[in-house]
């Protein structure tokens, strides 16, 4: 894990799956070209679902951004096709656009299979502040939030081995998606060992080399080319070998032996 000034937030540039996806308007105030263009079918599943919540046409609900239906649709095909297999043109064919709208949205089709990765992550990162804000221990904290963190991916390794194949790649090859969740870990993190600080739970002379620690010790339960390795081994026993690396982390943590 990088390591970065505490408290700084992560500076690499704005991506859709940081906000919600704003309808993208001209300087007019109209629509980009392409984007009315989106027949209703695009959504797929992302329809079906409204129409099932009840928000059929009568509910008058509001239409999907491009982007949004862009991404239901690509999330649709990483799922059944693989990333290898997604395609820009496939995507816009089935969104009813061209291709050269497509790239309006997403400069490239790994911006595109990486935003769909991103919404993922986002979810991931909800969890583990849930956790980091729960009115607990600190090493209480830290244990729940660093196994939550492991089981969260291998869960999408069985249940979607194609996205689990995108965070993967973007993690290896540092792509901006990647290093923004990196940031935000270590941020949630970073909060944890100060509470445990502050409350005398941890005693760290430095806690950047107590950071280091927690990511260095965990990065074999963590990382997802390793998850990807153990994938054929039993789960209850990467939970046993992780849960005695956590047990001898917060040892450590709280003798400030570091």
Same mark, same amino acid.
């Given at each position: 894990?990088?390591? &970065?000034?505490?408290?700084?937030?992560?500076?690499?540039?704005? $991506?859709?799956?940081?906000?919600?996806?704003?309808?993208?308007?001209?300087?007019?105030? %109209?629509?980009?070209?392409? %984007?009315?263009?989106?027949?209703?079918?695009?959504?797929?599943?992302?329809?079906?679902?409204? !129409? &099932?919540?009840?928000?059929?046409?009568?509910? +008058?609900?509001?239409?999907? &951004? !491009?982007?949004?239906? /862009? /991404?239901?649709?690509?999330?649709?095909?990483?799922?059944?096709?693989?990333?290898? %297999?997604?395609?820009?043109?496939?995507?816009?064919?089935?969104?009813?656009?061209? $291709?050269?709208?497509?790239?309006?949205? @997403?400069?490239?089709?790994?911006?595109?299979? #990486?935003?769909?990765?991103?919404?993922?992550?986002?979810?991931?990162?909800?969890?583990?502040?849930?956790?980091?804000?729960?009115? #607990?221990? !600190? #090493?209480?904290?830290?244990?729940?939030?660093?196994?939550?963190?492991?089981?969260?991916?291998?869960?999408?390794?069985?249940?979607? =081995?194609?996205?689990?194949?995108?965070?993967?790649?973007?993690?290896?090859?540092?792509? =901006?998606?990647?290093?923004?969740?990196?940031?935000? /870990?270590?941020?949630?993190?970073?909060?944890?060992?100060?509470?445990?600080?502050?409350?005398?739970? @941890?005693? /760290?002379?430095?806690?950047?080399?107590?950071?280091?620690?927690?990511?260095?010790?965990?990065?074999? @339960?963590?990382?997802?080319?390793?998850? %990807?390795?153990?994938?054929?081994?039993?789960?209850?026993?990467?939970?046993?070998?992780?849960?005695?690396?956590? +047990?001898?982390?917060? +040892?450590?943590?709280?003798?400030?032996?570091?």
């Amino acid at each position: 894990m990088p390591r &970065s000034r505490p408290g700084a937030q992560p500076r690499d540039e704005p $991506h859709p799956t940081d906000a919600p996806f704003p309808g993208a308007q001209s300087s007019n105030g %109209q629509a980009p070209v392409g %984007q009315a263009s989106v027949g209703a079918s695009a959504a797929g599943p992302v329809l079906a679902g409204l !129409a &099932s919540a009840g928000l059929g046409p009568r509910a +008058r609900a509001t239409p999907l &951004s !491009a982007d949004a239906r /862009l /991404l239901a649709i690509a999330a649709d095909h990483l799922r059944r096709l693989g990333h290898r %297999q997604v395609t820009v043109v496939g995507v816009a064919a089935e969104a009813g656009m061209t $291709h050269a709208n497509v790239y309006r949205y @997403f400069p490239s089709k790994t911006a595109l299979v #990486d935003a769909v990765a991103g919404r993922w992550l986002r979810e991931v990162e909800a969890e583990l502040g849930a956790i980091a804000d729960a009115p #607990d221990p !600190a #090493d209480d904290k830290l244990e729940r939030l660093l196994l939550a963190l492991a089981s969260m991916q291998r869960d999408v390794l069985v249940r979607d =081995p194609h996205l689990f194949a995108v965070h993967r790649d973007a993690t290896v090859e540092s792509r =901006p998606i990647a290093r923004r969740h990196r940031g935000r /870990l270590r941020q949630l993190v970073e909060r944890v060992i100060e509470e445990g600080m502050n409350a005398g739970t @941890f005693s /760290l002379r430095d806690r950047e080399r107590g950071l280091a620690f927690i990511f260095d010790t965990s990065h074999r @339960f963590l990382h997802p080319v390793s998850i %990807q390795l153990d994938a054929e081994v039993p789960r209850d026993l990467i939970e046993v070998r992780l849960g005695a690396i956590i +047990r001898a982390m917060l +040892r450590i943590l709280r003798l400030g032996t570091l």
